[in-house]
């Protein structure tokens, strides 16, 4: 799994996500994910999901654990372009109740 950071207007940070987010990905890039914790960019972080065909519950963990500790911070955190399984996924189990999740959201400009 890859992760690309983009950093957009004003203080949001887009996080492109390359791949499946199981338990491999996820042990590749959980050290990425303390660094956006530690660094506290700016109060907007959006996920886009275009790229990733999969999730399990280490990619669930991450991304609970990501929007916890950017909570603290007072930092909102979204999901764009989240389709098929995950998508399904994710609402099965809620998280579009805490966290926004926009299936349909542009993707964002290099």
Do not use: W
């Amino acid at each position: 799994m890859k992760l690309e950071y983009i950093q957009g207007k004003d203080s949001q940070i887009t996080i492109v996500i390359q791949g499946e987010m199981d338990a491999e990905g996820c042990r590749d890039i959980q050290p990425y994910l303390d660094q956006i914790i530690t660094q506290e960019k700016g109060p907007e972080i959006t996920m886009d999901f275009n790229q990733v065909p999969f999730i399990d519950s280490s990619g669930i963990g991450a991304i609970v654990y990501l929007y916890k500790r950017l909570r603290e911070q007072h930092c909102t955190l979204s999901l764009n372009q989240v389709h098929g399984q995950p998508l399904e996924l994710l609402k099965l189990l809620r998280i579009d109740q805490a966290i926004s999740i926009n299936p349909y959201a542009p993707v964002t400009e290099k």
